[in-house]
């Protein structure tokens, strides 16, 4: 699990489709403040736990921008450390992924990968493991298709990744999704992604939650699970507001959203059983590219940044009591999609699923906001054809509106 790095972004889209959303009441989440992280702390950092201790691996500080540290930190004795790791334990990167597989075990891995190198945001090719029990080099593995700002996810022993910026001129993120086995050593190409972008989400009861995320021109707010025994993804909904940048961490059947690369306070808790979001106010420091953690019923949330500049990175570690969020909130549940296919279409034709039955406008807009279709959808109807075949290419908002009914919003590419 890991926070993406952005470059130049249209703020206007990021704006449309967070105001689509209704303005919920909010619960308030008290942080406690604990024990601050060496070096002045880290953002862009890999991030994973075992049983008895959470790992920062890597990223930015306020000296450098690409770091090859490991820290550990021990939440029963509130303190961090090397532990057995020593300085420059992996390639000096940010924006990677870091992730434990058979943990607590003889032969526990810290897996480490994806992570943009000094030359630029393009991820390093290798993948490096280190042993967990005593910071012990352990070799490295290959990464055929790496991708910066990738989300990863461990299930059953099988180490998976997916999305991330591919290329950094001109800025390219993939869908893809990957399986690694550290057994047979061989990376398996899954169903892709509904839309290439950084993303990022965990692995609950044998899916893969993912949220939000960010294409190179505008942030996401859907949400979408991928069912590891059928190999298909599905489409739930939409959150209130798009969310990109943020940690992510699990708690039984809720992943906790911390931070968010523009409202960096962002504070949200998805419930995988029942697809209810619940929103806190906290008095959590905002944040960005930041790492989180559950343990004994607490979230734990440390490092980050504020800016692009090393000097806001963030040292200060927080934890606060979850063990009584109720997980069948009464909250807001996530919104049915607005879903266009297929995206990207070299054609520009489009088949349109609405998320309601009734009468509604389709409205078709350009990178620029400047609308290039409307269209009136009658009542009853199960699908719409658009037909953007005289368009350039490049990226389209649509934009779904019914009457007495929240507004919903997809995003396509007309190669």
Not at 331 to 339: C, F, G, M, T
Request: net charge positive.
């Amino acid at each position: 699990m890991k926070s993406p790095m952005h470059g130049p972004r249209l703020f206007a889209f990021a704006l449309f489709l967070s105001t689509a959303a209704p303005i919920l009441a909010q619960t308030p989440l008290t942080f406690t403040p604990l024990a601050a992280m060496p070096d002045g702390g880290r953002y862009g950092a890999g991030y994973c736990q075992d049983q008895n201790f959470f790992y920062s691996v890597g990223g930015g500080s306020p000296a450098t921008a690409f770091t090859g540290d490991v820290f550990r930190y021990d939440p029963a004795a509130n303190s961090w450390g090397a532990g057995p790791f020593s300085r420059g334990q992996v390639s000096p990167q940010r924006f990677g992924t870091a992730a434990i597989l058979a943990p607590n075990t003889s032969t526990s891995l810290l897996f480490v990968l994806n992570g943009a190198a000094s030359t630029g945001p393009v991820a390093i090719a290798t993948g490096q493991n280190v042993r967990a029990s005593d910071g012990v080099a352990a070799g490295s593995f290959g990464n055929p298709t790496p991708a910066s700002s990738a989300g990863t996810a461990v299930w059953n022993g099988l180490l998976y990744a997916y999305g991330g910026q591919a290329a950094p001129t001109p800025s390219t993120y993939t869908n893809q999704l990957r399986a690694y086995n550290p057994a047979t050593g061989v990376w398996a190409t899954l169903a892709p992604m509904a839309e290439a972008k950084s993303v990022f989400g965990a692995a609950v009861n044998g899916k893969i939650y993912i949220f939000g995320g960010f294409d190179g021109m505008v942030n996401s707010n859907r949400v979408d699970a991928y069912d590891i025994a059928t190999n298909t993804w599905q489409a739930l909904g939409t959150l209130p507001t798009t969310v990109a940048s943020q940690a992510v961490a699990v708690l039984g059947e809720l992943i906790w959203l911390v931070g968010d690369f523009t409202n960096q306070a962002y504070l949200a808790a998805y419930d995988t059983r029942t697809g209810q979001l619940r929103t806190f106010t906290s008095n959590l420091p905002p944040r960005r590219n930041a790492a989180a953690a559950v343990a004994g019923g607490f979230l734990y949330v440390w490092g980050g940044n504020t800016a692009s500049s090393n000097a806001t990175t963030l040292a200060d570690l927080w934890r606060a009591d979850v063990q009584s969020i109720a997980t069948a909130s009464p909250r807001a549940r996530v919104r049915p999609p607005l879903q266009a296919y297929p995206s990207p279409s070299a054609t520009g034709r489009l088949t349109v699923t609405p998320p309601a039955p009734a009468a509604a406008q389709l409205v078709v807009s350009d990178a620029q906001g400047r609308t290039v279709r409307r269209l009136a959808v009658p009542a009853g109807a199960a699908s719409v054809e658009v037909d953007l075949a005289d368009q350039a290419a490049g990226l389209y908002l649509l934009r779904w509106q019914g009457a007495g009914r929240p507004a919903a919003a997809c995003r396509v590419v007309r190669q």
